[in-house]
């Protein structure tokens, strides 16, 4: 008997309680129990297991709006963090048969493994187009308790994505090093939730990296001597990171270059007096176009955001910050770069790969301004 038919036999019904009340039915999978946080989608049609493992996703229930997850498997090296940060997943189909050689275990001994509740056979589509129409919501996931009553008394005490401070739950709680001690290319990064292939881009590029938790005092990074700082991706709001606002303005005092993506790009423009605001259900996935206005060229991107930057703010302060991308699909800010300063930021993921690698370069301009910088 294949383990995807002892996987079906063996499954049993999960509910999905959205906060507006709207309720469906599937089957379960992974581990039984009750999962809750904000639920958003994602409409790649690959990459599940970094989606997976991404900490700006840390709080959130996933959907995935590819029709088979697990399809090809779990492969150890493929992920951007060392557990699953998604707290629950809602898939049409969840495919525990995997087709890759290289793969290490298939996705339901993985969930299991990492105490993930997932809920399957449902109409993703219409769950989808829900979001967008209502907007990003709460949510609950249940294999274990049938009562809907029970579950929307239970989702009623889970917190709102909006002002909830995540960074410093996902970060690394440790100081540590990449790449070659002895590069005349120094890199200190705060990490409110870093892609490990983001890291990996900064040391194929020369750099040696040391990474700091999130709440780390600056006069710590001053003391590993960088040459250029970058502000790392993660989850939940900007606007209560207010001691992380506090650090770049003192890194920015300081003259040396920073580079910041996601969150960072968000702490960065909030250090300058730009204020940011919640999406009404943000961008993810790995299809996103956006126009970067210095070059005129087009990168097709992969996003994973919530909150944004006010363009009406950046354009009362023209003379001071640039907006350097935006997006093709709704216009909103997807880059900035400050006029005085050797600081610039994207909202988007360089470092992942939709395809091309159209936003690597990126990284190649951070080095380049911090070699500038040096001379």
Do not use: W
């Given at each position: 008997?294949?383990?995807?038919?002892?996987?079906?036999?063996?499954?049993?019904?999960?509910?999905?309680?959205?906060e507006?009340?709207?309720?469906?039915?599937?089957?379960?999978?992974?581990?039984?129990?009750?999962?809750?946080?904000?639920?958003?989608?994602?409409?790649?049609?690959?990459?599940?297991?970094?989606?997976?493992?991404?900490?700006?996703?840390?709080?959130?229930?996933?959907?995935?709006?590819?029709?088979?997850?697990?399809?090809?498997?779990?492969?150890?090296?493929?992920?951007?963090?060392?557990?699953?940060?998604?707290?629950?997943?809602?898939?049409?189909?969840?495919?525990?048969?995997?087709?890759?050689?290289?793969?290490?275990?298939?996705?339901?001994?993985?969930?299991?493994?990492?105490n993930l509740?997932?809920?399957?056979?449902?109409?993703?589509?219409?769950?989808?187009?829900?979001?967008?129409?209502?907007?990003?919501?709460?949510?609950?996931?249940?294999?274990?308790?049938?009562?809907i009553?029970?579950?929307?008394?239970?989702?009623?005490?889970?917190?709102?994505?909006?002002?909830?401070?995540?960074?410093s739950?996902?970060?690394?709680?440790?100081?540590?090093?990449?790449?070659?001690?002895?590069?005349?290319?120094?890199?200190?990064?705060?990490?409110?939730?870093?892609?490990?292939?983001?890291?990996?881009?900064l040391?194929?590029?020369?750099?040696?990296v040391?990474v700091?938790?999130?709440?780390?005092?600056?006069?710590?990074?001053?003391?590993?001597?960088?040459?250029?700082?970058?502000?790392?991706?993660?989850?939940?709001?900007?606007?209560p990171?207010?001691?992380?606002?506090?650090?770049?303005?003192?890194?920015?005092k300081?003259e040396?270059?920073?580079?910041?993506?996601?969150?960072?790009?968000?702490?960065?423009?909030?250090?300058?007096?730009?204020?940011?605001y919640?999406?009404?259900?943000?961008?993810?996935?790995?299809?996103?176009?956006?126009?970067?206005?210095?070059?005129?060229?087009?990168?097709?991107?992969?996003?994973n955001?919530?909150?944004?930057?006010?363009?009406?703010?950046?354009?009362?302060?023209?003379?001071?910050?640039?907006?350097?991308?935006?997006?093709?699909?709704?216009?909103?800010?997807?880059?900035?770069?400050?006029?005085?300063?050797?600081?610039?930021?994207?909202?988007?993921?360089?470092?992942?790969?939709?395809?091309?690698?159209?936003?690597?370069?990126?990284?190649?301009?951070?080095?380049?301004?911090?070699?500038?910088?040096?001379?």
């Open positions: 008997m294949s383990n995807l038919k002892m996987a079906m036999e063996s499954s049993f019904d999960a509910i999905l309680v959205l507006d009340g709207t309720t469906f039915k599937g089957k379960a999978a992974g581990k039984k129990g009750t999962a809750t946080g904000e639920i958003c989608f994602n409409t790649g049609m690959t990459g599940y297991q970094e989606i997976f493992t991404d900490p700006s996703y840390f709080g959130q229930v996933m959907i995935t709006t590819n029709a088979h997850i697990g399809n090809y498997g779990i492969m150890t090296d493929e992920r951007e963090s060392d557990n699953i940060q998604i707290a629950g997943l809602i898939c049409k189909n969840f495919t525990n048969d995997y087709s890759r050689p290289l793969a290490d275990l298939d996705i339901q001994k993985y969930f299991e493994d990492n509740v997932c809920i399957y056979g449902l109409d993703t589509r219409a769950i989808v187009k829900h979001v967008r129409d209502k907007g990003a919501m709460n949510c609950i996931i249940s294999s274990d308790n049938n009562d009553e029970a579950l929307k008394s239970q989702l009623a005490e889970v917190p709102s994505m909006a002002g909830l401070e995540l960074a739950k996902v970060c690394t709680k440790e100081e540590y090093t990449l790449g070659d001690a002895d590069s005349d290319l120094r890199i200190a990064v705060y990490d409110y939730g870093t892609k490990k292939n983001i890291l990996r881009c040391v194929e590029r020369g750099a040696y040391k700091f938790p999130a709440k780390t005092a600056i006069s710590v990074l001053k003391s590993f001597n960088p040459d250029g700082y970058f502000l790392s991706n993660g989850p939940g709001d900007p606007e990171m207010d001691y992380a606002v506090e650090n770049v303005k003192e890194i920015l300081l040396k270059p920073i580079f910041g993506i996601c969150l960072g790009h968000q702490i960065l423009a909030r250090s300058v007096g730009i204020p940011t919640k999406m009404h259900h943000g961008h993810r996935g790995i299809n996103h176009p956006v126009k970067n206005l210095i070059s005129g060229k087009c990168e097709i991107t992969s996003q955001h919530g909150f944004g930057v006010s363009p009406e703010a950046l354009k009362k302060h023209e003379d001071k910050i640039e907006i350097t991308h935006v997006n093709l699909n709704d216009n909103t800010v997807e880059g900035i770069r400050i006029k005085s300063k050797p600081a610039f930021s994207v909202q988007y993921h360089p470092e992942a790969s939709p395809g091309p690698h159209d936003s690597r370069y990126l990284f190649d301009e951070f080095i380049e301004l911090i070699k500038n910088n040096k001379n």
